[in-house]
């Protein structure tokens, strides 16, 4: 057993339980979520007297992307709909992006703890020809 070695990969893990209390940072929030995504587009209309064509002033659509069980759907939003909307998609996506954290941070466990495991392996009492076998 490397003891050196063995004290990096607990230093490791240590750290990586800091990051997991980040990573959930979101998931203890309370706020109001929504599955969307708020996006904004500019566009000219066409209109040759308009302020878009004249002084390329682009007009701005605010919508919704909308994530239904069966498929995805675009709302338009005024002012007052994207205020609302706009807090829960962006709590959803923090939840959302905590769950891809976490999935990564669970790989980079999970071969910490193997390292671990194999650090602290002891061939204690097996016969010569059992420690010529490799081990699970
Ligand atoms: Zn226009």
């Known amino acids: 057993m490397d ?12 750290t990586k339980l800091t990051e997991l ?4 940072e979101p998931a203890f929030e309370s706020s109001p ?8 587009s500019k566009h000219r ?7 878009c064509t004249r002084e390329g002033k682009l007009h701005e659509a605010v919508r919704v992307l909308i ?6 759907a675009t709302r338009s939003l005024d002012e ?20 891809g954290s976490l999935g990564k941070w669970q ?4 071969g910490l703890l193997d390292q671990i495991e194999r650090e602290r392996r002891s061939l204690q009492g097996l016969s010569e020809e059992d420690r010529k076998r490799p081990l699970r």
């Open 80 to 99: 007052e709909q994207l205020a609302s909307f706009e807090p829960r998609t962006d709590a959803y996506r923090s939840l959302r992006k905590a769950r």
């Open 107 to 110: 790989k980079t466990v999970v």
């Open 45 to 51: 209309c066409g209109n040759p007297g308009c302020a």
């Open 33 to 40: 979520v929504f599955p969307g995504v708020v996006t904004t």
């Open 67 to 72: 994530k239904f069980k069966d498929g995805y």
């Open 21 to 24: 209390e980040k990573i959930l």
């Open 3 to 14: 003891r050196e070695r063995l004290s990096q990969l607990k230093r490791e893990l240590k």
